[in-house]
């Protein structure tokens, strides 16, 4: 376990490197001068040649590229070019608005996923079963963004409900204003969930440990809860783990669409304002917290299922 857990590790830092390398190689093909950018077009071509070099603009992109490693390894990501605030604090202090929204996506889709997949597989065939799988298949097909719109325009524009824009401050203004980002990046979710759990607890109903367990006697519900249920939601938590990276970007467009803080809205206006060092540090962390969340996915699958600990 200790072995596959440090070989894990290694992967993810590489995947880190190899998706930031290939992000900076994007950047430097990309139309416009930063300096330019941030000194306007009147800028003389002197000073537009010192701020290249001071942002280390000058030197090739291999050159570049280690430096900005380096630099990492010194918990150091940068300056930001407009206001020469530290690249990391900007970023840090937008992220949690976005990890707020995504755990709670996560949380709620996760577990009316699980039960409306559970319940679907034991009625199967039925009309719930048929509804659900309705209802699944339909909102796995709508995008994020559209569901935002329509949100917006269902539950705060016609009803009044519930506000549509900015974060909110306090507790229970924060909690109202997440209600509706978080239905709309995680109401796909359910879907995905759903069939997922159903798929899973059908296979399993017919497994022989199944079959020998009601032979001994035992309740129903008991057999369900431990013998098929527990092992029926090991992929849901491998689809939650790997889906981390849709819901990163999935939040790109709810926050812009909802007007919330967010590392998905710092990433589109420094994009749009050719803030290199902050596109590549919030990049950066998101990368991270993408490969964080698959590892410890398949760390917990290997906790839960004997079989994957004995093959470790």
């Not at 519900?221 to 990276?245: N, W």
């Not at 919330?260 to 710092?266: E, F, K, S, T, V």
Request: hydrophobic share 55%.
């Amino acid at each position: 376990m200790l072995f596959y857990t440090a070989q894990r590790l290694v992967l993810s830092v590489v995947i880190v490197m190899v998706a930031v390398s290939i992000l900076k190689l994007m950047l430097h093909v990309v139309p416009g001068d930063p300096a330019v950018l941030v000194l306007g077009p009147r800028a003389t071509p002197e000073l537009i040649e010192r701020t290249r070099e001071a942002m280390g603009l000058d030197r090739p992109l291999l050159m570049q590229l280690v430096t900005f490693f380096g630099n990492i390894l010194r918990g150091d990501l940068g300056q930001d070019v407009f206001t020469g605030r530290a690249v990391s604090r900007i970023v840090f202090e937008q992220l949690p608005y976005t990890l707020i929204l995504i755990a709670v996506a996560i949380m709620w889709s996760a577990v009316l996923g699980i039960v409306l997949g559970a319940y679907s597989a034991l009625r199967r065939n039925t009309w719930f079963d048929t509804l659900s799988g309705v209802v699944s298949v339909g909102t796995i097909s709508i995008p994020a963004f559209v569901m935002a719109l329509y949100s917006v325009l269902i539950f705060a524009v016609w009803l009044r409900w519930l506000p549509a824009i900015g974060a909110g401050e306090g507790f229970l203004d924060s909690i109202t204003h997440l209600i509706l980002p978080a239905f709309a990046i995680g109401v796909s979710w359910v879907g995905y969930v759903a069939r997922m759990v159903r798929a899973s607890m059908l296979e399993i109903m017919g497994q022989p440990h199944v079959r020998m367990a009601r032979a001994f006697g035992l309740p129903e519900r008991r057999i369900t809860q431990s013998h098929i249920l527990k092992i029926a939601v090991l992929p849901a938590v491998t689809l939650i783990g790997t889906g981390v990276a849709h819901l990163f970007s999935a939040a790109v467009f709810v926050e812009v669409i909802f007007a919330r803080p967010g590392i998905g809205a710092l990433i589109v206006q420094a994009v749009n304002e050719r803030n290199y060092p902050i596109v590549l540090g919030a990049v950066l962390v998101t990368t991270g917290i993408i490969v964080l969340a698959t590892l410890i996915s398949d760390l917990v699958i290997a906790l839960l299922d004997p079989r994957q600990r004995e093959e470790l």
